[in-house]
């Protein structure tokens, strides 16, 4: 068996794993997905053996294309163009994914597939409407995925799941096959673990502008409005965090952007949706969320000099916002307000929702590239701030993103998890929660007699299994101080993950697991402790 057919079976034991099944609205048998691995052995592909979930509102052959919408659904005869350039790459694609119903939301509730929940807190909400897409990449089973990005859809579950949510310049990549939204202004976005992959599966599928070299300038907004508590804590250390790096700050005015961003729901922009399915949601008004049906039928009686007007205000602040980039690399903001909980999505679903676009909903009026990327966390959740560019900037800005001082990644186990005694020891050398993860199936798992309660990971010649882990990064500083710290018989060493990757993490010496629990058959060290 190859390499690559291992990552599919590993990839669908770790869905197993993750009980998610809200995730996938589709899912292709692994039987199928294995043989299309084993014709990809030795071809030179630049992404041979990338898994792929991609958004149930674009094409992918063989499986309905929803939106999200049983009722709406079609079989596709092809790919849509950008599933068959990954194809070609030689990525491939595990199923569709749930979203807010077409592609109507920022909170990924709005779905009869079932709310998507958060991949690091389940209570709250994953982010729409590329929510699956999100979450699937969040949790380790798949490399990267496809979303659409219509007012934030592919940036706000970034930022919920602490990945990388890319949102092309609009047209770079093509949206036919894609149920549309907006169709003058949807994108195809991309989600992944890094910018670097994120950026690299871009070049793979596209010709985006070249990248930028020398300093940077990076706007930072005067005001930015309410944010949840801790927020503003947070996007400011991320400022600070590029100026150490020596990016050059200046202080701009984005009140162009924000007054855009009313309009794209609160003006006769909304009436594009309409166009799209509204006579689907006329002749099937059961079939639909109550939510979705609400907005997009809302838009169907706007008269047209409403439209004409808007069209005019917007070409005012579009001059003003390009006026405003035009001075600077890009525009740095939270890429949203605040991170709600499911309940509290039900309890006042329109208003929430609302809120949560008002750093995203103008970028695609404007026409601008963006990139949302994690950020550290705030009350243990992830926290992500977005970089705003002119047309075409898409590589500046993953330039830009990665400009922040180089971090080490970490595979933790047991008592550095989320939650557990040692977490700490991560969080205040700056540690920062990347993603849950699997090992590839060559470990087994002891439970050691250490105060407090650790578990030893060692590698088995045979009879391994996967185990649940968490990978973190450090600072190249806070990753030396923490390694120095580490007591016998832990040790750093390179662990296998489940994609095949190898990376630095918490092995135990194997004379200290004689006598110890094999606890191997929990699947990992929260399922061991109950």
């Known amino acids: 068996m190859t390499a690559i057919e291992e990552r599919v079976r590993a990839a669908y034991r770790r869905i197993e794993q993750v009980d998610r099944p809200e995730i996938w609205i589709d899912l292709r048998p692994e039987a ?60 491939l694609v595990l199923g569709t994914t749930n ?31 590329s929510s699956g897409s999100a979450v699937a990449v969040a949790l380790g089973i798949v490399d990267l995925a496809l979303g659409t990005d219509t007012a934030g859809s592919g940036r706000v579950p970034a930022a919920f799941n602490g990945i990388v949510g890319l949102k092309p310049t609009p047209g770079l990549l093509p949206t036919e096959g894609v149920v549309p939204a907006c169709a003058s202004i949807d994108c195809v976005s991309l989600f992944a673990r890094t910018v670097e992959e994120a950026s690299y599966a871009l070049t793979c ?26 927020w503003a804590e947070a996007f400011e250390a991320a400022v600070e965090e590029y100026a150490a790096a020596g990016a050059e700050l200046t202080t701009v005015d984005i009140s162009a952007f924000l007054e855009a961003a009313q309009l794209l729901y609160g003006g006769a922009f909304v009436a594009e949706r309409y166009t799209a399915v509204g006579e689907f949601l006329d002749a099937h008004p059961d079939d639909v969320d109550p939510v979705v049906h609400g907005i997009i039928t809302g838009g169907r009686d706007i008269p047209a000099h409403r439209l004409f007007a808007d ?37 006042d679903p329109v208003a929430v929702n609302a ?67 040692l977490n700490h020891e991560l969080t205040s050398r700056g540690g920062r929660f990347v993603a849950s993860v699997s090992t590839s199936a060559s470990y087994r798992l002891y439970a050691l007699d250490t105060v407090p309660p650790k578990p030893g990971l060692v ?72």
């Open 459 to 530: 590698r088995a010649a045979s009879g391994g299994v996967a185990i649940a882990a968490e990978v973190w990064d450090l600072p190249v500083r806070g990753f030396g101080e923490f390694v120095s710290r580490i007591p016998a018989p832990l040790a750093i060493g390179k662990v296998e993950l489940a994609d095949g990757t190898r990376v630095p993490g918490f092995l135990c010496e194997p004379a200290a697991i004689e006598g110890a629990e094999d606890i191997s058959a929990k699947g990992g060290w929260l399922a061991h402790l109950g």
């Open 32 to 91: 199928e997905v294995l043989a299309e691995a084993a014709t990809l052995a030795n071809r030179g592909l630049p992404l041979a053996g990338k898994l792929v979930a991609v958004k149930g509102n674009i094409d992918v052959a063989g499986l309905p294309t929803t939106s999200g919408c049983p009722a709406y659904a079609y079989k596709p005869e092809a790919d849509a163009p950008v599933v068959a350039r990954l194809r070609a790459a030689g990525a």
């Open 205 to 230: 599928l596209a010709e985006p502008a070249q990248v930028h070299t020398g300093r940077f300038r990076l706007g930072v907004p005067a005001e930015l409005g309410p944010l949840a508590p801790g």
């Open 311 to 347: 069209q005019a205000k917007l070409a005012g602040l579009r001059a003003e916002a390009l006026a405003t980039l035009a001075g600077v690399d890009a525009l740095l903001v939270p890429t949203t307000t605040e991170h709600p909980t499911l309940a509290e999505v039900a309890a």
């Open 355 to 421: 809120r949560l676009g008002r750093f995203t909903n103008s970028t695609n009026l404007f026409g601008l590239s963006a990139l949302a990327v994690p950020s550290g966390t705030v009350a243990g959740r992830p926290f992500g701030v977005m970089l705003v560019g002119a047309p075409h900037d898409d590589l500046k800005l993953a330039a830009l993103a990665t400009l922040r001082d180089e971090r080490v990644p970490i595979v933790v186990v047991g008592a550095h998890l989320r939650g557990q005694p």
């Open 99 to 129: 979203l807010d119903q077409f592609a109507t939301g920022l909170v990924g509730t709005r779905s009869p597939y079932g709310a998507v929940r958060n991949a690091v807190d389940p209570a709250y909400v994953s982010g729409g409407s």
